[in-house]
């Protein structure tokens, strides 16, 4: 049965074999053939990278990290994009997960209008090591428009943020945007388990990596940091539009899995003053929304993997994504694009990559379902 | 006739369980610790030319003279052999009393003490809560293999978590599935969600044939995993199975749902 019914993955393992095979003790000549050869045939399949392979070079521009505010004072609408939870290997043993967030830098720079800025929703790296973490930098460094990074579990846990930190800067700031607030949190704190188990920071990285084992404390914002939200906040009128970028999601949605922020009921209570705010979260790898109060919740999808929707504590407004066709790598994963309105709103287009694209205005969720509802998934999950 | 010859089937039984453990066992090898052999009677060797035929005990047996192997036996000597085995194991037996299914069905012999095995006195507290106790363990049908003591279930959920265990092990682990590129099962199906083993055995399309679970652990084995496709009789991918169903206790069986 398998020898006959390869997934795209498979065949592009084995083209890139091939290829690779044919490129060792090459001179140059024959090297230029083979390259040549390559594009050749990818043009003829009427193929685009990265479905099948080919010799692909990445730009190493500066990612942009202190955004310098410049345009800060224009005006909304504006729009923002994003890439997320890519979870890099280092590229030698894994070439997948490589692809699916070159393929999303790709989409995002071909966005006509250029987006203000792309937001990256954190879990750059699988296993948070230097090397993974320095391969995504260099990826996301193709990205023409000012990136701004946020930090997930799988960057963090290997070393407590050092190498990402030293990579980035610190993992939570605010900046002003056309008259937006914009807050970026590091959301996944845990209380130390690992301690009391004598962990190497290895087990540590790799306990926290898994979604179900349990062993893992739940994620949290954390004294501090919301101390400093509500410093943060103390400037800031309330008829400002708040955006809040978190990697976990700032609500308890399913705690086994930790799809959960410990501590989200006193960070709601710290943004429930403001009449709009828009809170946009990674690491549930799944089309999600939310409303609570005065607060929308949009779930980024991831370019690695789709998730499946928990068994129990689905927010009531989410509309599901279709199930995931798993003989397509790419299906149920991709990027998107948020545009801030005048009116201070966020409306989300969740660009689902072999699927058409999903729109979720932000009246949906303001309006409790009750206008602009999307149109269901064909297929719900199990 | 008397009561017990109703059993006579039982005994023919026991020479084909043997031979069928013997034949499973051959499918069943591999490291790990659930690749043990199925356990198999050991009938004797004929020592006069016959064909030695054995009760389902294990160990009352006698020779049938001048029976070929592979020769059918009449029904007139069927009979004789059973009740011949019968009177053995109740002249070795001399305490046990059998209640046929027949006596059985009429209330009046269901509370025969030799079926009731229970805690023994002072063990009670060991079935642990929720355990009913010998009443509810009390043989219905007079059958051998009711007779079973309140540790017993214990020990068989034991053993069954152990399995699962072991595929919860493998379902997480890159290295025990031998996966080339660092992803594992439980990266996309936490828990095992959306596995829906309960929809199999169901027509795949992408595959374009009726697959069974254990087709798409191989698929996904091979493809995202990159590693290499399992046997079915290998102790991992039984072990995944078990695993994987677990996860779905009380999921309705729906076969064929898409």
Wanted: net charge neutral; aromatic share 10%.
């Amino acid at each position: 049965m398998a020898a006959r019914h390869k997934s795209i993955e498979t065949k592009f393992y084995e083209d890139r074999e091939r290829v690779l095979k044919a490129l060792r003790n090459c001179d140059r000549r024959t090297f230029l053939k083979i390259a040549g050869a390559t594009m050749g045939a990818v043009a003829a399949k009427g193929l685009m990278p990265p479905h099948t392979f080919q010799l692909v070079t990445i730009a190493n521009a500066a990612v942009d990290k202190d955004f310098s505010g410049q345009g800060a004072q224009g005006d909304r609408p504006f729009t923002f994009a994003y890439i997320s939870d890519a979870h890099l290997y280092d590229r030698t043993l894994n070439q997948r997960f490589v692809r699916s967030i070159v393929k999303a830098v790709d989409d995002v720079n071909a966005l006509d209008p250029q987006p203000d800025f792309v937001l990256y929703g954190g879990d750059l790296a699988q296993l948070g090591t230097a090397t993974q973490l320095e391969l995504g930098r260099q990826i996301l460094s193709a990205l023409k428009a000012p990136v701004k990074m946020m930090v997930g579990e799988h960057d963090w846990f290997l070393d407590l943020g050092d190498k990402w930190q030293e990579l980035f800067g610190h993992p939570t700031y605010s900046f002003n945007w056309k008259g937006v607030h914009v807050i970026v949190l590091q959301s996944v704190y845990e209380k130390d388990f690992w301690t009391a188990r004598r962990m190497t920071p290895e087990e540590r990285m790799q306990t926290v990596a898994g979604l179900d084992n349990g062993v893992q404390s739940r994620f949290e914002v954390g004294d501090q940091q919301r101390d400093w939200l509500k410093q943060d906040l103390s400037k800031v009128p309330t008829t400002t539009p708040i955006l809040v970028f978190s990697h976990s999601p700032l609500y308890k949605y399913y705690r086994n899995w930790n799809f959960w922020t410990d501590d989200a009921d006193e960070v709601q209570a710290i943004l429930k003053p403001y009449d709009k705010v828009t809170v946009v979260h990674g690491h549930t790898h799944q089309m999600l929304q939310n409303q609570i109060g005065n607060i929308s919740f949009y779930g980024m999808l991831s370019t690695a993997w789709p998730w499946p929707y928990a068994p129990e504590g689905l927010p009531p407004l989410t509309i599901q994504m279709n199930r995931a066709d798993p003989f397509d790598q790419f299906d149920g994963c991709g990027d998107g694009q948020f545009t801030a309105r005048a009116d201070g709103l966020v409306d989300t287009v969740y660009n689902l990559w072999d699927r058409n694209p999903v729109t979720i205005k932000a009246g949906y969720l303001v309006s409790q379902g009750k206008t602009d509802r999307p149109p269901a998934p064909q297929f719900a999950s199990y | 006739m008397k009561p017990e010859r109703k059993l006579i089937a039982v005994a023919l039984l026991g020479a084909i369980g043997g031979a069928m453990a013997v034949y499973l066992s051959l499918g069943n090898h591999g490291a790990s610790a659930f690749a043990q052999p199925m356990p198999t009677h050991q009938v004797p060797q004929a020592k006069e030319g016959g064909v030695v035929v054995q009760l389902c005990d294990g160990v009352t047996s006698m020779e049938v003279k001048g029976l070929k192997p592979g020769q059918a036996m009449s029904h007139e000597q069927v009979l004789a052999v059973t009740s011949e085995l019968m009177d053995e194991w109740q002249r070795r037996h001399p305490d046990k009393h059998w209640v046929t299914a027949q006596a059985d069905t009429g209330g009046a012999a269901t509370s025969s003490p030799a079926q009731t095995i229970g805690a023994a006195p002072g063990n009670e507290g060991m079935a642990g809560p929720g355990a009913s106790g010998a009443a509810a363990l009390k043989s219905q049908q007079g059958d051998t293999y009711a007779s079973f003591g309140a540790r017993d279930p214990l020990i068989w959920k034991a053993q069954t978590d152990a399995f699962v265990d072991e595929g919860n092990k493998i379902f997480h682990s890159v290295k025990l599935l031998g996966g080339t590129i660092g992803v594992s099962c439980d990266m996309c199906h936490p828990n095992a969600a959306n596995t829906h083993p309960e929809t199999y055995p169901k027509y795949q399309v992408q595959l374009q044939r009726v697959a069974l679970l254990r087709d798409m652990i191989d698929w996904c084995i091979e493809n995202p995993v990159k590693g290499k496709t399992l046997d079915p009789n290998d102790p991992k991918m039984r072990a995944l199975e078990a695993y994987i169903l677990a996860q779905r206790k009380g999921a309705a069986l729906d076969y064929g749902k898409h």
